[in-house]
């Protein structure tokens, strides 16, 4: 059982776990929603008959703002991923990555306690692939998508920033989307 002190904080005896609290972990997709919703726009430009992004985007925000973390949730973030897959296979990358990051979105509810740098995806992916969206709508420029992180970097509540501070580093590689993310993580810390 952890103390009320701990609760919260990676422990520091090398365990391999990190408490994270339900309001934590609303807090922490609430800004992944906020990070992804611009970026709706662009899948949908390309997609417009294609509501899996926007339905993952939404029932993200239905768990930040009370609802249980369901099956429906989780599916939701299949389904999206599904539709970033054919936007890939159908040429339009930046509607893929605008739909990554609505998976982003809802993945970041099922945030894993495990001290593991893999894990600060699920805090910061769904900015990157939003970031790299817009980066591709303007002809593969990397200041526009660094001028994202920088906005998204403003949007983090105290709170997403002392759970980011729990887990490793960023992982290495990811391609552009990896530099994205560590560019944020190394913001934020």
Do not use: N
Not at 24 to 46: D, G, H, M, Q, S
């Amino acid at each position: 059982m952890v103390s009320p002190e701990e609760k919260g904080r990676a422990v520091a005896d090398g365990s391999t776990t990190i408490a994270l609290s339900l309001s934590e972990l609303r807090e922490v997709t609430r800004y992944a929603v906020v990070c992804a919703r611009p970026a709706l726009a662009i899948f949908e430009r390309e997609r417009p008959d294609d509501r899996r992004a926007r339905d993952a985007v939404d029932a993200a925000q239905a768990f930040a703002d009370g609802a249980e973390r369901t099956k429906a949730l989780r599916d939701s973030a299949w389904a999206a991923w599904r539709a970033a897959q054919e936007a890939r296979d159908a040429g339009r990358d930046a509607a893929s990555d605008a739909a990554r990051a609505a998976v982003g979105a809802a993945g970041a509810a099922f945030l894993h306690p495990l001290a593991k740098a893999s894990q600060v995806k699920h805090i910061l992916g769904s900015a990157a692939h939003a970031a790299r969206a817009f980066e591709l709508t303007a002809g593969g420029d990397p200041a526009t998508g660094a001028d994202h992180i920088a906005q998204t970097r403003t949007l983090a509540r105290p709170v997403v920033v002392d759970v980011l501070r729990r887990y490793p580093l960023a992982p290495p590689g990811g391609g552009r989307v990896g530099e994205l993310i560590r560019l944020l993580d190394a913001s934020l810390r």
